[in-house]
């Protein structure tokens, strides 16, 4: 693909360094629609990102987007705090009917502000208070957000060095394979819990990823996330889930917990539960852990009306019959297959292909290589990312809705890059 270079001054000039993902994809995107990507230039580019998560359906799904056209031209509410709205009942009554039901999960839902990191805010303030304990257990490669709470429970050493000050009350423990199998599962977190002496506070929660997106695709183990579930319960810990990326059918089933047959204390939620991308959040928990005051926790944007709407139509366009679930685990082994293939292809560059449902990474062994990669497969047309301490894992991501056609080519295209890149 031949790119014009695109005007980026006003970008460059006024907009703050800290900018990202405009660093790595240098074009200005001006439409999209389902898995693919249109720049002014008329480019187009197949979105293995989706959002980092957050376009599960694709860009402007056809459905949502009517839903979305037809509450606005009548003047729906767009703006309501907490206050009840119909926009507001019609997503709780659908999400209960198609999520919570099905799963005979009782929990009750909090809008605790707009991003997943209100979410694991939210999560973590209401796990002290319940349990009246100041310290929370996070694991090795982790990451929440990007609030100081859930800073203190991330695991980069690039991110939490942005808070400037302190990051208390957090403690990590290994994930799982961290040590590489070579250590009984948690055989040091429960020795610390039992001796008096080790200067472990009691922990009023332990939060969690099943699958750790930003960490490398590091996919935990269905035993290993049972076993935490029932340490959790013996030491009378609550578990803390954290479904924002890998939520939303991202892995297979609603949730990605699920696999495993736990259910946690408390689940947040966000990225995809909108499904069009609008800012929408999630803090789930069971009816017995609901203390909060009136206003003790609160946000001037928790109660995003057009994200209701088109979260409703997203549940019940897609989550009403077990489709999804089965057609996202069926591309999932598509891309499974097409990624072993590479690393076949290349034995001594990558390291490990890893994921679940439609996510997955590869890892190279020359950490650099990924963003090379990443860089290349930009210029032939598809968009990905590389996740991991080093951005050493190539990470994809496409929408729950690409098609067979897209993923194969979008792979072909990685596949490409890889080679090209050598």
């Known amino acids: 693909m031949t790119i014009t270079q695109p005007d980026l001054s006003i970008f460059q ?3 703050s360094e800290v900018r990202s993902y405009c660093r790595g994809w240098p074009t200005v995107f001006d439409r999209a629609q389902g898995s693919r990507m249109y720049d002014e230039d008329g480019h187009t580019y197949l979105d293995f990102f ?4 957050s376009l599960n359906y694709g860009h ?3 459905i949502l987007k009517r839903a979305l056209i037809d509450y606005l031209e009548r003047d729906g509410v767009t703006h309501g705090l907490d206050m009840s709205t119909t926009a507001k009942r019609a997503f709780l009554e659908t999400f209960q009917k198609t999520v919570l039901r099905p ?3 009782d929990h009750k839902v909090m809008f605790p502000g707009p991003t997943g990191t ?4 939210a999560a973590l303030k209401l796990a002290r208070k319940v349990k009246g ?3 929370i257990v996070s694991f090795t490669n982790a990451f929440h957000g990007m609030s100081l709470g859930a800073l203190a429970v991330t695991g980069n050493a690039f991110k939490r060095a942005g808070a400037g000050i302190p990051l208390v009350h957090g403690t990590p423990m290994p994930f799982d394979n961290y040590l590489d199998g070579q250590v009984e599962d948690f055989l040091w977190f429960e020795r610390l819990l039992q001796d008096s002496g080790s200067g472990l506070n009691r922990p009023a929660a332990v939060i969690v990823e099943t699958v750790q997106g930003e960490g490398g695709i590091n996919v935990a183990r269905v035993e290993w996330l049972r076993a935490l579930a029932e340490l959790c319960k013996r030491q009378d810990m609550l578990l803390i889930v954290d479904d924002i990326q890998m939520g939303c059918g991202r892995t297979g089933a609603f949730f990605s917990f699920e696999e495993a047959g ?8 966000s990225k995809s539960i909108s499904g069009y991308g609008l800012p929408m959040a999630l803090t789930l ?5 609901d203390v909060w005051e009136p206003g003790e926790h609160n946000g001037t944007f928790r109660g995003n009306n057009p994200a209701f709407v088109t979260a409703a139509a997203a549940l019940n366009a897609y989550w009403t019959d077990g489709q999804m679930e089965k057609q996202t685990l069926a591309r999932g082994e598509q891309v499974e297959a097409a990624l072993r293939a590479i690393a076949a292809e290349h034995p001594t560059e990558v390291a490990d292909v890893r994921g679940r449902g439609l996510v997955w990474g590869m890892e190279l062994n020359d950490h650099a290589r990924a963003s090379a990669i990443a860089s290349r497969a930009f210029e032939l047309g598809l968009l990905i990312e590389t996740s991991g301490p080093e951005s050493e894992v190539v990470k994809l991501l496409p929408a729950l809705t690409v098609s067979p056609e897209e993923l194969d080519e979008g792979l072909s295209i990685l596949a490409r890059a890889v080679r090209e890149t050598a």
């Open 13 to 15: 000039t006024l907009e």
């Open 50 to 53: 989706a959002g980092a998560g």
């Open 60 to 62: 402007n799904n056809p």
């Open 103 to 105: 799963r005979e999960l």
């Open 118 to 121: 209100n979410a694991v805010e």
């Open 133 to 135: 304990r100041e310290s």
């Open 262 to 269: 736990i259910v946690p204390d408390i689940i947040t939620v």
């Open 285 to 289: 928990f069971r009816p017995e852990l």
